[in-house]
């Protein structure tokens, strides 16, 4: 959990944002970085889904919340 606190800790603090404008592709603004935060965020729902597999029922459900509520950063 430590892992994915600091995590959550990096793209709250826009570690992963370079910037923030319009984009003519999708008609509104968003925000322009780096995507390598995806790979992370998939290395964690690999992990969280061994600790299910394992019996680890309340970690992984504590885990699962956690990523969930990082993708709902933007």
């Known amino acids: 959990m430590d892992e994915i606190e600091a995590f959550a800790q990096r793209v709250k603090?826009?570690?992963y944002c370079d910037g923030w404008g319009w984009d003519d592709t999708i008609h509104e603004e968003r925000d322009w970085g780096?995507?390598?935060w995806a790979e992370e965020i998939d290395e964690f729902f690999l992990q969280t889904?061994?600790?299910l597999l394992q019996g680890?029922?309340?970690l992984a459900?504590?885990?699962f919340r956690r990523l969930f509520d990082i993708?709902?950063?933007g």
């Open 13 to 15: 603090d826009g570690e």
């Open 34 to 36: 780096d995507e390598s």
């Open 49 to 51: 889904r061994s600790l």
């Open 56 to 58: 680890d029922y309340k």
């Open 61 to 63: 459900e504590d885990a």
């Open 71 to 73: 993708l709902e950063m």
